[in-house]
């Protein structure tokens, strides 16, 4: 495999050599979009506290002014569950929008859920809340039950999610004060407006931060560079797809059983050298992803080069059909409309453990700090 074949397909990706390419990215896509996301929702969660006015502030608990301020980013909580911050989903604008109304319109309902239960008292007897709840779980489980689908579920999992952060705001702010006389009961209507306004700010700032700046205007600097291993139909379906969708990856090259091969797509993709020459051009070369297709490499092979890219820090992709029984364990990704498994690398491992611990003990110290008088009250009492 000569060099200059290396250099054709993989410089010309970049722009310039990819080994420039595999220092990590200051700039991170993900980083962006949460920090212009914070900053969208905690500009509208101030200009709400700001309309409150001096006198409804003056003298307010701090922390009830915290939990007003956290209620604003209700939205934000339900991202993650519609996958608001994977790059492969959202470059699609028709996903994009249906999938971020539906976490600002579960923000909403959540907001909705809090003054509910605030004012359950006033609405009916407070004797049938617990009663409403279990009827509500049985109903979620009923249904889950009845119409099993990764769909249902999803949606299940949303809704389960709306009813524990009310439960967990009242809980707040059961904790801090009288109900009644809390920030977020006095003035619902106007968080209502808040988590509106954080929620149109949202998508105005996606709107362009998404599908303008990085889809557009710094598309060359965030799209992912890709190794695609397979010279069969679904290798010209996938990069034909990326093509056409405009998708954030660039096919580098291909990776195939004879160095001669050719791939055929609307573009034409440099072949990079054999199945066995992976070990080499990983060394050699950086990629984001890898996409396999090649249904001729061997179950064991398959296994140990899915081993080396997530050791390597590369995402790795590959068809069902090449394990269908993985298939049956694993939830089914989309890669531009087809079908693929995914298998995520975990990059700085040791970082995010110490995060997770120290998360962890802050939490834990949080929650002592709440809990010491329950904890005073038992002692006492087994005491005495």
């Not at 979009?33 to 309309?51: I, K, N, Q």
Request: net charge positive; aromatic share 10%; with cysteine.
């Amino acid at each position: 495999m000569a060099n200059g074949t290396l250099d054709t397909g993989v410089d010309k990706a970049c722009g310039a050599d990819a080994r420039v390419r595999a220092k990590d990215q200051v700039f991170s896509y993900k980083a962006a979009l949460l920090a212009a996301d914070l900053t969208t929702v905690s500009a509208a969660a101030v200009l709400c506290l700001w309309g409150l006015g001096y006198s409804a502030l003056f003298g307010r608990d701090p922390f009830q002014q915290a939990v007003f301020f956290a209620a604003c980013l209700a939205p934000l909580a339900f991202f993650l569950n519609f996958r608001l911050y994977s790059h492969h989903l959202i470059y699609s604008p028709r996903y994009h929008l249906t999938r971020l109304g539906a976490a600002c319109g579960l923000g909403l309902l959540t907001i909705g859920a809090v003054g509910v239960l605030c004012r359950w008292s006033e609405l009916v007897p407070s004797g049938l809340l617990i009663p409403a709840v279990i009827g509500l779980a049985l109903l979620f489980v009923v249904v889950d039950r009845m119409m099993a689908s990764r769909f249902i579920e999803e949606n299940l999992l949303a809704l389960v999610k709306v009813l524990g952060l009310a439960f967990l705001a009242v809980g707040f702010i059961a904790i801090i004060g009288p109900v009644e006389e809390s920030l977020i009961v006095l003035h619902l209507e106007k968080l209502f407006i808040g988590v509106l306004t954080a929620s149109a700010g949202l998508v105005l700032t996606r709107l362009v931060m998404v599908h303008l700046v990085f889809n557009r205007l710094l598309r060359r600097y965030f799209r992912r560079q890709v190794l695609l291993v397979g010279m069969n139909e679904d290798a010209e379906g996938i990069t034909n797809r990326i093509i056409r969708r405009r998708a954030p990856f660039w096919i580098a090259g291909t990776i195939s059983p004879q160095p001669g091969d050719q791939l055929s797509s609307q573009v034409p993709k440099s072949n990079l050298g054999r199945v066995q020459d992976l070990d080499c051009l990983l060394g050699e070369h950086f990629f984001h992803d890898i996409i396999v297709t090649d249904e001729t490499i061997p179950k064991g092979e398959l296994i140990r080069l899915l081993d080396l890219f997530t050791s390597r820090g590369i995402d790795a992709w590959f068809s069902p059909k090449l394990m269908p029984i993985i298939s049956v364990k694993l939830n089914i990704d989309d890669l531009c409309g087809m079908p693929m498994i995914r298998l995520n690398s975990v990059r700085h491992l040791w970082l995010l453990q110490k995060v997770k611990h120290a998360f962890d003990a802050v939490a834990v110290l949080v929650g002592f700090v709440f809990l010491w008088p329950v904890f005073a009250a038992f002692a006492l009492a087994i005491r005495n």
